[in-house]
C-alpha cells in the first residue's frame, strides 16, 4: 500500500509539474518525456566507462583519422549554422543583455528561437561521440569523470531549458558555447590533418598561453594550503610564506603535463611575481604592484576580491533611528564644498594596477614559444627511443654485446615507419633497388597460384619448380642476408624470447624497423610468398622429398639470417628464427604502433609550448646520448698535466689576436691572466722582449711650427730676383 501510494503520488506531482511546460515543443523529438534520454544516457555512461575499456582490453586501438576530420568539421559546419539562428531568432534582433523573458507565442521569431534551442540540445547527443573516439583509440587518460559528468548532465540541463524555457537570456549560454565550439573543432580537424596544416594553428599559442595562465591561477587560488602564522609578535591567519608557496606551485607545474619536470625553481620565483604584480597575492600588509616576490620567509595572502575589481563596498548598518526634521529647526545649508565628490581622474600608478592586465600585462609575463627541432634531432631521437624500447624488450642491461649502435641509421627507422602502402610494404624512394621485374613476377606467380593472371607465356609439366629454382636462386645470391650481418646477434637474442610469443613478436618487430628499406621490403615479399605457398592446397608439390613448409624453410633459411663467419653460422637457430617468421610475419612486419606513439608524443612534448621568463636560462638543448671510451694511463696522465692548460692557452691567444680591444683593455686583461695563470702566461711570453713585441712603441709626432719658433715673423715682406719676369 505505501509503494503504491507514493507511486500515485509520484504521478500526480510529476502530472501537475509537466502542465507548465512549453506545448509547443511537445511533438518534438526526446522532448515528449524524460525517459528516452535518460536510456540513451545510461547506456553512454556504461559503454565509456565498463564495457567499451572491457572490449578494447586485449585489441589495438582504432585510427579512425578520416572518421574525426569529418567529425569535428561537421561540428564546426553546425555550431556555425547554430550561432547564425541564434543572432537572427534574438540576439541579433534586440534581445537585451540585461534581461529577457521567454516568448512563448507562435510568432515567427519565438518560433525560431525555440527551434534553435532544440537545436543546441540535440547537439548534446551528437557530442557524446568525442568520448567514444577516445575509448576506441584507447586514450583512456582523457576520459575523467568531469568530461564524462559534462557529457552527461548537459542533455539533461538542456531538455529542462527546452521543455520549460525555450527563449530569453539563458539561451545566452547556449550562444557563447556554440562560438566556442567553432574555435575548439576548428583546432581539432585541423590537428588531425596533420603537420601540413600546423600552420594554419598559428593562434595556438596564445589561446594555450590565456589557458596555461587561467588553470594555473585557479589551481594556486584553490589548492594553496593555507594555515596560521606568527611575524613580529603578532599571527595572521589565512596566509602562506613565499617559501612555502615556491615549494607548493613548483611541485604542481613539475607533476603538470603541460609543464613538466623542466621547471625550475627560478622560473617559479618570476610566476611568483607575476602573481604578485598582477594582486593575484598580496603582501600580509595588502601590498601589492611590484615584483618585489623573494624566496624567504615573509608572509602573503590572497586578496579578498578579484584582482581585476573590487566588489562594491556596502554602507555601514546604522542602528540610530532617523531624526526626522521639526518645522522649528532652522535649514541647513548645503555647500558646494561640503558634498563628496569621488576624484574622476587617477594617477597613472593606480590606473596601472587596474589595468595591467587588460592592456595585456599578463601574456607577456611569459613568452610562449616553440621548440625549433631540426631533421637531425628528430632523427636522434627516433633512434635513441627505439633502442632503448628495444633493450627494455630483450631485459638487457646495455646493447653492445649484440648490437652495434654506430651501423644503426635514424633514417633507415623513419622511413620504415611512414613510407609503407596500405598492405604495409615498405615503399623505396631509389626504384633501382627494387626487386627486379621477373623475379616479382615469378613471386606473384606462386603466391597465385593457380591463378596467376599477368603470366603471358604457357605453362608446362613441372613449371612451377621451375619458377620457384628461379626465386631461390636470385635470394641465394644475395651479397648479403636479409638480416644483414651486423644485426645477427641481435635478431639471435631475441630467440630466447620465444617462450614469451607477445614479447618476442614485439622484439622481431622492433628490429625489423632496424633494416634497410630495401631489405624490408624484399623480406615482406618474401615472407608473404612463403605463406601463402604453405596455405595454398591447390600447390603441386616443389620437391619430392620434402613437404612444402620444410622446403622453404630449409630454402630461404640462409638468404634470411646468417653470420659473417661461417664458422658462426648455427643452422638450427636460422630455421627456428625463419619457422617463427613465418608463423607471425603478418604480426611482426607491422610497426610497432607502442613505438610510434611514444616518440610521436615526444617530439610533440618538445615542440609544445613551454614557459620562459625574462632572465631565465636559455633552454636545454637536445643531448645526444653519449658513451666514454676507455683511455690508457699514458693518456690520462698527459690529460691530467696538459689537458687543462690547452683551453687556457686558446683564451689567451684570442685576447692577444683580438683586433676590438684598446691597448690599454688588452693590457688589463693579460696582467689579469698573467696573475691567474702565470705557468701559462710564462710559456707564452718567456722573456720581457717576447712581450714588448705585443705592444710597439708609436713614433713621437713632430712638434708643429710655432710662431714665435721664427726669427723675425713679422719682416716686411722683400721682393727677390724669382719674382722678377
Not at 688 to 694: C, I, Q, V
Request: positive net charge; hydrophobic residues 40%.
Amino acid at each position: 500500500m505505501a509503494f503504491s501510494e507514493l507511486t500515485s503520488r509520484t504521478v500526480r506531482l510529476y502530472d501537475n509539474w509537466i502542465k507548465d511546460a512549453d506545448p509547443r515543443v511537445e511533438d518534438w523529438l526526446l522532448m515528449s518525456s524524460p525517459l528516452p534520454q535518460t536510456i540513451i544516457l545510461g547506456l553512454y555512461v556504461y559503454f565509456v566507462t565498463s564495457l567499451g575499456p572491457k572490449l578494447m582490453e586485449n585489441r589495438k586501438p582504432y585510427e579512425l583519422k578520416k572518421a574525426m576530420i569529418t567529425y569535428n568539421f561537421s561540428i564546426v559546419l553546425f555550431s556555425v549554422y547554430m550561432c547564425y539562428e541564434f543572432v537572427m531568432s534574438g540576439w541579433g534582433t534586440g534581445y537585451s543583455f540585461r534581461c529577457e523573458i521567454v516568448d512563448y507565442s507562435q510568432s515567427p521569431s519565438a518560433l525560431r528561437m525555440a527551434r534553435t534551442c532544440w537545436l543546441y540540445y540535440f547537439s548534446k547527443f551528437i557530442e557524446l561521440l568525442d568520448t567514444i573516439f577516445f575509448v576506441l583509440r584507447k586514450k583512456n587518460s582523457q576520459v575523467t569523470f568531469l568530461h564524462v559528468f559534462h557529457h552527461t548532465i548537459m542533455p539533461w540541463t538542456w531538455w529542462f531549458g527546452v521543455k520549460f524555457a525555450a527563449g530569453g537570456l539563458g539561451t545566452f549560454h547556449a550562444f557563447l558555447n556554440t562560438a566556442v565550439h567553432v574555435v575548439m573543432y576548428s583546432y581539432y580537424g585541423l590537428s588531425a590533418l596533420g603537420p601540413a596544416f600546423q600552420k594554419y594553428l598559428w593562434w595556438k599559442k596564445y589561446l594555450t598561453s590565456l589557458q596555461l595562465w587561467n588553470e594555473t591561477v585557479e589551481l594556486f587560488r584553490t589548492r594553496m594550503p593555507l594555515r596560521k602564522h606568527r611575524c613580529r609578535f603578532k599571527s595572521y591567519d589565512r596566509c602562506f610564506t613565499a617559501a612555502e608557496a615556491v615549494d607548493w606551485l613548483h611541485e604542481l607545474l613539475r607533476c603538470s603535463q603541460n609543464f613538466g619536470p623542466e621547471v625550475t625553481r627560478k622560473q617559479t620565483v618570476q610566476l611568483l611575481k607575476k602573481f604578485l604584480k598582477n594582486h593575484v597575492i598580496e603582501d600580509i600588509k595588502g601590498k601589492w604592484g611590484q615584483e618585489d616576490f623573494e624566496d624567504n620567509r615573509h608572509l602573503y595572502r590572497f586578496p579578498p576580491s578579484s584582482p581585476l575589481k573590487p566588489y562594491p563596498k556596502k554602507p555601514a548598518y546604522q542602528k540610530d533611528v532617523i531624526k526626522f526634521p521639526e518645522w522649528n529647526d532652522p535649514p541647513q545649508s548645503t555647500s558646494q564644498e561640503n558634498i563628496p565628490v569621488r576624484p574622476v581622474v587617477m594617477n597613472s600608478e593606480m590606473w596601472y594596477k587596474r589595468h595591467s592586465i587588460a592592456i595585456g600585462e599578463v601574456p607577456a609575463c611569459r613568452l610562449v614559444y616553440r621548440r625549433q627541432l631540426t631533421e637531425a634531432n628528430v632523427e636522434e631521437i627516433w633512434k635513441s627511443m627505439t633502442l632503448s624500447y628495444l633493450q627494455k624488450v630483450l631485459g638487457l642491461d646495455s646493447l653492445e654485446e649484440v648490437l652495434d649502435i654506430k651501423l644503426v641509421n635514424s633514417k633507415f627507422i623513419i622511413h620504415n615507419v611512414y613510407s609503407v602502402s596500405k598492405q604495409g610494404v615498405v615503399i623505396l624512394d631509389d626504384k633501382s633497388k627494387e626487386l627486379p621485374h621477373w623475379v616479382l613476377s615469378a613471386m606473384k606467380c606462386l603466391a597465385n597460384w593457380p591463378n596467376c593472371s599477368d603470366l603471358k607465356q604457357p605453362m608446362y609439366l613441372g613449371f612451377e619448380k621451375d619458377v620457384f629454382k628461379t626465386i631461390a636462386d636470385y635470394y641465394g645470391h644475395l651479397k648479403e642476408p636479409l638480416l644483414t650481418f651486423h644485426l645477427f646477434d641481435a635478431f639471435v637474442s631475441v630467440l630466447g624470447l620465444l617462450q614469451k610469443e607477445k614479447m618476442a613478436i614485439e622484439a622481431f618487430q622492433i628490429c625489423c624497423l632496424l633494416l634497410p628499406p630495401e631489405n624490408r621490403r624484399k623480406l615482406q615479399l618474401l615472407m608473404r610468398m612463403m605463406a601463402r605457398i604453405c596455405l595454398n592446397k591447390e600447390m603441386p608439390s616443389l620437391c619430392d622429398g620434402f613437404g612444402t613448409r620444410t622446403l622453404m624453410v630449409q630454402t630461404f633459411s640462409r638468404c634470411i639470417l646468417c653470420s659473417k663467419d661461417e664458422v658462426d653460422l648455427d643452422e638450427l637457430l636460422a630455421v627456428r628464427l625463419v619457422t617463427f617468421l613465418m608463423d607471425n610475419y603478418q604480426e611482426i612486419l607491422k610497426v610497432p604502433l607502442a613505438l610510434q606513439t611514444s616518440i610521436e608524443e615526444r617530439v610533440a612534448h618538445l615542440r609544445r609550448v613551454q614557459i620562459k621568463y625574462p632572465g631565465a636560462d636559455m633552454d636545454i638543448t637536445l643531448s645526444a646520448p653519449s658513451f666514454c671510451r676507455q683511455i690508457s694511463p699514458e693518456e690520462f696522465e698527459y690529460q691530467r698535466a696538459y689537458g687543462s692548460q690547452e683551453p687556457l692557452a686558446a683564451l689567451l691567444e684570442e685576447v692577444i689576436t683580438d683586433a676590438k680591444l684598446s691597448s690599454k683593455e688588452k693590457k688589463k686583461k693579460l696582467k689579469q691572466f698573467q696573475k691567474s695563470y702565470p705557468e701559462v702566461y710564462q710559456e707564452r711570453f718567456p722573456t720581457p722582449e717576447s712581450e714588448a713585441l705585443l705592444f710597439p712603441e708609436k713614433p713621437k709626432p713632430k712638434p708643429q711650427l710655432l710662431m714665435w719658433a721664427l726669427k723675425n715673423p713679422f719682416q716686411p715682406f722683400q721682393r727677390t730676383r724669382s719674382f722678377r719676369m
